[in-house]
Nanobody
């Protein structure tokens, strides 16, 4: 199983970016998907999660600005980030729960991280 994240970059305050993370390889099913971020000198923190059925949870500091979504046919999770602030600068990681085969437990997979820098 491999996760490929993309979409990061440098953007001015108030700007937007859209991150994506796709799971590929041999597996049975994809379950909860989410985004986390880690700024320099800080611990990794939750940005948002989305279940297979579409239930969404956001960290308070991104509510109203970020939107998480998924495409189950493409095994891909997205993060639309609007009204970006300098404090959103961080390395953003996707996390996907995958069941490899029938009766196996779900396993956690992390993407390699994509850098988001918000600066004027």
């Amino acid at each position: 199983v491999q996760l490929q994240a993309s979409g990061g970059g440098l953007v001015r305050p108030g700007g937007s970016l859209r991150l994506s993370c796709a799971a590929s390889g041999s597996f049975l099913s994809v379950h909860d998907m989410g985004w986390y971020r880690q700024a320099p000198g800080k611990e990794r923190e939750l940005v948002g999660t989305i279940t297979r059925g579409g239930t969404i949870n956001y960290a308070d500091y991104v509510k109203g600005r970020f939107t998480i979504s998924r495409d189950n046919a493409r095994n891909t999770v997205y993060l639309q980030m609007n009204s970006l602030k300098p404090e959103d600068t961080a390395l953003y990681h996707c996390k996907i729960m995958i069941r490899s085969y029938s009766l196996s437990p779900q396993q956690v997979y992390w993407g390699q991280g994509t850098q988001v820098t918000v600066s004027s």
